[in-house]
């Protein structure tokens, strides 16, 4: 074959041999350029079988273009030889890589993140490849890591051309069910890039026997070593990622490849922030020198856009706004809050507004001494204050670069062209922060009629939005929701890098359109914009607990959220939530109750416990809680609501009715969210009339329906047909397992 041409192909040279195939590299003399030529065997090509097999390899691999898998370009027949044309790739195959040395952690874990993600878009195509291993994976000269080899792909839009109780694949890297010669969906996948990566990670297979018999009865019988017992630099994440791949039972492994791919960069993230000394710093609130307190919203939001504009930074870490402004007033020593907030340097400043004039005054101090990195003082009109906000960032760059030389400027925003729709967002932000939400919507609007370019008053009008049907409950999301995804879209179109227009619709798709592909694609698109926003780490978590029922996920969702938020009472509660879900009551109620001296009269935090003490079988304990709740905060209709649930629990029926009266009398008035008075009639008993307002419930699209899929009150239901049918209707199609055992 050498030097002869096919089609426009000349041979070059023989790259490789297997049993699919025999592969060379070649040259397109039309494109001029190096392709690999992959050609079906002589012995293969009267057997009907392996043709098709061979053809079905290059639909697969032709229907994916990904950076992580080998691009093919098509498939042909010359003088009755099939061969596929597929990329050249300059490099070498992870089995031959193992050879000079173990991977060093960071190649590994890079490796298996390109691996995961590849073969996510081949899940989300209906492609299992079902061979994976290392001699399946090229590595470019650059480190880029390529899928190669879909001969044993199964396709859900193709031909499944396993026959019954045939053994497919390569036996050191293959599930439980495919040596068994079952069904298999994309979780075989899973084991065999889990089985991949013990390899690179410890430089041995998980069943260390030389017979493919014995390797076989291995994986069917026997646990893997732990990895941390081979290699000690491990991170405990790390083993758990691997344990959880190997799992035998495909139902205890990750449900999808996303949920892999989160933890392995979960953990490639914390690695990185290992190895290197990341500086960090929280703006604390500017002080409101002018003689009008009216003025305290400017000073505020002075330090909000100076957060905002930090956590754009590479590899700097910055403290959200609910943790650093929760020293307000307060008289604190540096060290203490440096401490409590877990930085290394503060910036503190004043702001003084007289008429169109400002004084802002700043420094940034090293939290450790007391010391003064920095500091000066600006005497300017109030249009100038953008110019100074980008003066105090570069100042600050400035001098953290010398702790870490990899900082990046923060993308351009777009910015309003006057000063006074600014001054109308800033009055807005202060308003929302105190939960004013109508007055807060009021400015942004305001702010838009100054400057209908603004994309930042979009953005936080998609925000107040959504806190109006999901957070409050006092729209119904059949109203606010379109009008969130309206504002988000048109900030978008202002500005493609506003991370938080995404969060909003990453809201709108998670409690509106119940859309979890479109959910995970807008939260992570918010994280790859700000890796500092505490609130789109807050919010994914919902995804990960309500869409995909993957608690550990969930949890590690709150945890990075609370590193960069780390005074957040709300993430503390949601972390108590996390043992709820898992039965664990007790691990809550000490949780919830820790929290007492920081905020002893918050209304959500008595709803916890009740919730907490109710499920332990307390009902003493939760209604005393749940009263409690009414008494210090708004009685709000999820208030109502959650204590009628309660009373029902404690067998207090006169008590449930009196307040299902009153839902129904407001509900002639204003909102009422269907979904509340539903739990409380599962609680009571009364079935039917549960689903019935159930039904209601999804016909509005009440956001409160997201909770169907995890909180624990729905038990007396899950056997029932329309429990399942109401999770079909919402797309849980993924849960239904989970859900209704």
Known sequence: MIGKTISHYKILEKIGEGGMGIVYKAEDTKLRREVALKFLPKEFTADPEAKERFVQEAQAAAALDHPNICTVYEIDEIDGRTFIVMAYIEGQNLKDRFKPSLLELEEALAIAIQVADGLQEAHEKGIIHRDIKPANIMLTTKGQAKIMDFGLAKLSWGVDLTKTATIMGTAAYMSPEQVKGGKVDHRTDIWSLGAMLYEMLTGERPFKVTHDQAVLYAILNE???????????????????VKKSLEKDPKKRYGDMDAM??????????????????????VLPFVNMSADPENEYFSDGLAEDLINALTKITDLHVVARTS???????????????????????????????????????????VKDGYHLWSDRYD??????????DEITEK???????????????????RPVNFEAYDLYLKGRYCLNKFEVDRALTYYEQAIEQDPNYALAYASIAEVYTLLSTGFDILPNK??????????????????????????????????DWDRKATKKYFQKAIELNPNSAVAYQWFEFYWTYMMADLETATVQLERALELDPLNFLIKIRLGFMD??????ESAINKFEALYEFEPNY??????????????????????????????????????????WLYASAGKKEKVYELLAELEERSKKGYVSSFWIALIYIVLGEIDKSFAWFEKAYEERDGNMIYFTVVPVFGPVKADPRYKKLLLKMGHDNLIQKCTR
Request: glycine residues 6%.
């Open 223 to 241: 646990d893997p070593v732990p990895i941390t017992k081979i290699r000690k630099d491990i991170p405990q994440e790390l083993e758990k990622i």
């Open 324 to 366: 650093s402004f929760a020293f307000k007033g307060e008289k604190v020593d540096i060290r203490e809050i440096g401490e409590k907030l877990n930085v290394d340097s503060l910036l503190e400043g004043s702001v003084r507004k007289v008429g169109n004039r400002i004084r802002i005054t700043a420094q940034l101090i090293k």
């Open 396 to 414: 600050i760059m400035d001098k953290l670069m010398i702790a870490l030389d990899v900082l990046k400027k923060p993308p351009e925003e777009h």
């Open 603 to 644: 209304g959500l935090l008595y709803l916890s416990l009740a919730t907490a003490y109710a499920l332990k079988g307390d009902y003493d304990e939760a209604i005393a809680y749940g009263e409690k709740m009414l008494e210090v905060g708004p009685r709000a209709v999820a208030a109502v609501g959650n204590m009628g």
């Open 261 to 282: 791919l989160d933890d392995l960069k979960s953990v490639g993230r914390k690695s990185v922030s290992t190895v290197a000394d990341k500086p960090s710093i929280a």
């Open 580 to 585: 709820i879900f898992k039965g664990d009551y």
């Open 479 to 512: 109203d606010a929701m379109p009008k969130a995804r309206d504002a988000a879209q048109k900030a978008l179109e202002l500005d493609p890098n506003l991370a938080e227009a995404y969060v909003s619709l990453g809201l709108v798709a998670l409690s509106y």
């Open 380 to 389: 300017r009109n109030m249009e100038d204050v953008f110019a100074i906000q």
